[in-house]
């Protein structure tokens, strides 16, 4: 597939997918969410060919959340309109975010608004030390609304409730002590660190890990009445699967398991 604000590269069975829009510093509007909505169609129906995605920003800065332009446009559109708008947003980030295969976030530069959602969606995300953040929607007027449902599983509402009001920058220290992002390093060693998660991925049983994404989805969404039985489910259908033995006989017969690259 071809796109006009995505660039899409494939390594073996790493997919990497660049934000390509650097003059805006890669914000974005109707057409790159439409384009990256597709874009994680298609890579999700590779799930076995790919075994990890790594998202990154061309240019300066990873991504400077919704265009501005486009968000100021809103006021000539119904009301309708701009719920479709949100809405098709919404489901951008939830098709990236329900990926059967580990997403990894490059942020570079920068990550504001809509930036640290697209790195919310994201399984694993390496920061360069100097990154900046920020939740500066309300200094636009607005609010990080269609990103709070991501966000907020991530960093819980205490840091949410200080970071959303203030519309503060923070630096990459701050949010790795928020659980945002799971790596800081100088931005020289970002690909060799995401190298290091892609190896443990590549060793790692690739249903294993769709069936453990959806596991901690479906447990954050459940009341604790079902959490017993939801989990005793999924780890009875693991244990029987083809992979699941594969892993285990593997492991008895200390070799590695077929799936390791
Ligand atoms: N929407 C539209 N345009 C944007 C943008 C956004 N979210 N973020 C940056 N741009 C544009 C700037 O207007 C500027 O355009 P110009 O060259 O025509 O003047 C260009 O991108 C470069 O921006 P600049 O601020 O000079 O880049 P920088 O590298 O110094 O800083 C950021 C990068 C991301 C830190 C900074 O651009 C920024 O903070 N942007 C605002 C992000 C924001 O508030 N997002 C929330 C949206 S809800």
Known sequence: MTYRYLLTRSDGPIEHLTLNRPDVRNAFNADV????????????????AVRAVVIAGAGKVFCAGADAAWLEQSARYSQDDNVRDAT??????????ELP????????GAAIGGGIGLAAVCDVVVAAE???FGFTEVKLGIIPAVISQFVLPKIGPSAARELFVTGARFPAARAYK?????AVVPEADLDTTIGRYVT????SGPEAIAAAKKLIRDVWASRA??????????????RVSAEGQEGLRAFLEKRKPRWSA
């Open 88 to 97: 098709a947003t919404s489901q951008m980030f939830r098709a990236i975010d």
């Open 33 to 48: 969410i439409a384009e990256l909505t597709s874009w994680a169609a298609d890579v999700g129906a590779r799930a076995g």
């Open 101 to 108: 295969m580990p997403v990894i976030g490059r942020v570079h």
């Open 130 to 132: 100097d990154a900046v």
């Open 178 to 182: 928020i659980d945002l992002v799971h």
């Open 200 to 203: 443990e991925i590549l060793a």
């Open 225 to 238: 009445g079902e959490v017993t039985a939801l989990t005793a489910q999924a780890l009875a259908s693991r």
